[in-house]
């Protein structure tokens, strides 16, 4: 039960604390049965395991069952005595079997376990104290009782509780109790260990705290149970404290530290029976289940984790095989062999330290042994590019293998794409593309092999097909118009005649000659962009090139020889190579044919 000591009461309380817990060879931290000497004055703490209980131990209850069993006696210097009576009132549930509560009274100011009068409370809750006339603190305690203490009227502490008057003519004193909760069970010990003598203490701490400070705490009996009450709705952990050779301090339930502890939820009122312990001739070791990493395929290496154990403990491992020990396999890692096909693979560690018990630990099997799956890297065949199909060639694996496929696109799976071809997408451009092949059969270990990745993909330009203005006559000019391509595009010109690339002619134009004549013109435009594929677009054909119907003459008496018919322009008439005046013409205009010379207003020469 909590019984927080009065600041009043001063250095002296502490003193008399230790010397309690001295005195019961109880201490406030774990030891070994090698360092705690009963008879002797040393004890060798270790750590500070279970701290800051001996201030909860029940010492008013304990103090009062010794006084109460005194005679009483005259005090001296007080000649008078005044009888204290009244009731007890217990809530309806608290058990009364068991247990005991004390009315005692105090001088002002003394300590807790130093009481001038105490009377035990009868069953039926009546009690008569006899204590020396003048200032008192009256108290009720109770040991193995899931009630909380009363001081004065209505403090639960000595702390501030009031003071009373007792005269000659007595004092009637009635109080009620309001219920705690109660966690209780029983403790055991080695054969040959004596735990009599309050050698064993039970501490209770709050859950959720670190363990170093105890709400509440009282002795094993020399029978080996306990109860602890004055505790407050929470959830705890409790300790069991030893300070008998031979008998190990641990936590409940079979627990070496705070943290390991099983928590105990309890209400307002919650009696909790059954909390037992078995104390160990050693001290429990903090030892944490293994774990296996790895694939259980014949080949594979597995890896034991241990997990967190006792510091300095010393880890052995052996690996099992449907739980029996294989040969020589005593490493932290272990290789499968193909003998295991079909069996579960655990390891075992066992942990060693001097004063501490040898722990082992199992851990969870694995699922039985497969052999290895024959799996090659896929390839994948096709362009990345945007709209373009790729396609997956999983390679020769384990006959029987049925295999699946995944496709991704820069590592995110692409939904139902789970073919061997893929229709790449616009959303993939600028990503990478792999495939994940992956290959069950009944025996084998499930393989799964991605490809190489992709290049990038490369998007697709808007590049439509480019028109050509102008006439395919000699000494005219056409002119490309490339369209509409993707903003950004970077757009080249080259132009053909015949199929065949025109040397020099990149511009967006193009002069046509003599050359060309009866052969027709085309223009490719190249469009290219970063992150687009680049691509080629070729105008229609232009009409084969012909001669213009009419032209200049190519000196003063001479015409082109494609453009033999000369024209006199003063007199409007034409001459034709085989005319009498045909040479000595000179002519102004020259055309291709005398239908062209008629059009133009020309008439033929008579001669």
């Known amino acids: 039960m909590a019984i927080p ?297 597995l890896s034991a984790s241990t997990g967190s154990w006792t510091s300095g403990a010393a880890l052995t491992y052996q690996w099992l095989a449907n739980g029996v020990a294989i040969s020589k396999a005593t490493a932290a890692t272990f290789v499968v062999p193909a003998s295991l096909v079909g069996k579960k693979i655990s390891v075992q560690v066992v942990g060693r330290k001097a004063t501490y018990l040898v722990t082992t630990r199992t851990s969870v099997a694995t699922s039985a042994v497969v052999q290895p799956m024959t799996a090659p890297v896929p390839k994948v065949s096709g362009s990345a590019i945007v709209g373009q199909t790729l396609t997956a060639a999983a390679g020769t694996w384990t006959a029987g293998a049925k295999l699946t496929y995944q496709w991704y696109v820069s590592g995110v799976a692409v939904p139902k794409a789970t073919t061997t071809a893929f229709k790449i997408p616009a959303t993939a451009a600028g990503k990478t593309i792999t495939v994940v092949v992956t290959g069950t059969k009944a025996g084998f270990a499930t393989a799964a092999k991605r490809s190489v990745p992709t290049s990038a993909v490369l998007a697709v330009l808007a590049a439509p097909t480019p028109t050509l203005s102008g006439s395919a006559v000699v000494g005219s000019r056409l002119t490309a118009a490339a369209g509409a391509w993707t ?36 223009v490719r435009v190249t469009g290219a962009k970063s992150g687009y594929v680049t691509a080629q677009r070729t105008s229609t054909a232009s009409a084969a090139v012909t001669y213009p119907n009419r032209t200049t003459p190519v000196s003063s008496w001479d015409c082109p020889s494609w453009a033999p018919i000369k024209g006199n322009a003063s007199s409007h008439i034409y001459h034709v190579p085989s005319g009498a005046y045909y040479s000595k013409t000179k002519p102004e205009e020259c055309f291709r044919t005398e239908a062209a010379a008629v059009k133009a207003g020309y008439r033929k020469s008579k001669r």
Do not use: H
């Open 5 to 301: 000591l009065r600041p009043r009461f001063g250095r002296s309380v502490a003193v008399t604390v230790a010397a309690v817990m001295l005195a019961s060879m109880l201490i406030a931290v774990a030891t070994t049965a090698a360092s705690a000497q009963i008879a002797g004055a040393t004890v060798a703490a270790t750590e500070p395991a279970f701290a800051s209980f001996a201030d909860r131990l029940p010492r008013a209850a304990i103090a009062a069952a010794e006084r109460a069993a005194q005679p009483t006696e005259p005090v001296e210097g007080v000649p008078e005595t005044g009888v204290v009576a009244g009731t007890v009132t217990f809530p309806a549930a608290v058990a009364l079997a068991s247990g005991s509560t004390y009315v005692v009274a105090y001088s002002p100011g003394s300590d807790v376990a130093s009481p001038l009068a105490a009377a035990p409370v009868g069953d039926t809750g009546s009690y008569s104290l006899q204590v020396p006339v003048g200032e008192v603190l009256l108290a009720v305690v109770s040991r193995g009782r899931a009630v909380f203490d009363r001081w004065g009227v209505d403090s639960t502490t000595p702390d501030g509780a009031a003071t009373v008057v007792v005269d000659s003519a007595g004092l009637a004193y009635d109080v009620a109790l309001t219920a705690s909760a109660l966690v209780s069970g029983s403790v055991t010990v080695p054969a040959g260990v004596d735990l009599r003598g309050r050698r064993i203490a039970v501490a209770v701490y709050p859950g959720s705290g670190t363990g170093t400070v105890a709400t509440s705490a009282d002795y094993v009996s020399d029978t080996g149970t306990f109860a602890v009450g004055g505790l407050p709705a929470g959830d705890y952990r409790v300790a069991f404290v030893s300070a008998v050779t031979g008998a190990s301090s641990e936590w409940w339930n079979d627990a070496p530290g705070f943290a390991q502890a099983e928590r105990i939820v309890l209400g307002a009122a919650t009696v909790r029976t059954g909390i037992t312990a078995k104390l160990e001739s050693l001290r429990l070791m903090e030892a944490a289940t293994p774990t296996i990493t790895g694939s259980p395929a014949v080949g594979q290496k």
């Open 487 to 522: 903003a950004g595009t970077r757009i080249a010109y080259a132009w053909y005649l015949d199929g065949k690339a025109i040397a020099n002619a990149t511009g967006s134009t193009l002069s046509v000659t003599a050359g060309m004549v009866g052969k027709r013109v085309t």
